[in-house]
């Protein structure tokens, strides 16, 4: 009689007391799917994390670069300045020391005669 049934309900056979019935299939099915649905977003959404972390942490990567080549630049045109203001400053001590004592003895010269 067992096998009977089994053969007329697929749900119930030896051993198995559960009875199947197309409900409780499709509440199954939805459940997995809804179960398969999160997995596959929670998945999309750690790639997509990953993606944007990757890109934050290139964009981070190219504008520390780019300040590191502004910094560099800026001080290659102070010590360029700097060079230039320093040869000047040499060069009016010197015509001043030209000066004074060009003009020392000229004053030396006039006391003299």
Same mark, same amino acid.
Do not use: H, W
């Given at each position: ?5 089994? +053969?007329? +309900? /697929?749900? %119930? *056979? %030896? *051993? ?5 019935? /197309? &409900? ?9 799917? =809804? @179960? ?9 959404? #750690? ?7 990757? +890109?934050? &942490?290139?964009?981070? $990567?190219?504008?520390? $670069?780019?300040?590191?080549? #502004?910094? @560099?630049?800026? %001080? ?17 001590? !010197? ?5 004074? =004592?060009?003009?020392?003895? !000229? +004053?030396?010269? =006039? &006391?003299?005669?």
């Amino acid at each position: 009689m067992r096998d009977r049934a089994a +053969f007329k +309900f /697929p749900g %119930i *056979g %030896i *051993g198995n007391c559960e009875v199947s019935t /197309p &409900k409780k299939d499709a509440r199954r099915r939805v459940a997995d799917s =809804t @179960e398969q649905e999160t997995t596959l977003t929670t998945r999309v959404d #750690e790639a997509r994390a990953r993606a944007e972390a990757n +890109f934050r &942490k290139e964009e981070r $990567a190219k504008d520390g $670069a780019k300040a590191m080549m #502004e910094y @560099e630049a800026n %001080i290659r045109l102070v010590r360029e300045k700097t060079e230039r203001l320093k040869a000047l400053r040499l060069a009016k001590e !010197a015509a001043d020391k030209r000066a004074v =004592t060009s003009s020392s003895l !000229a +004053f030396r010269a =006039t &006391k003299k005669s």
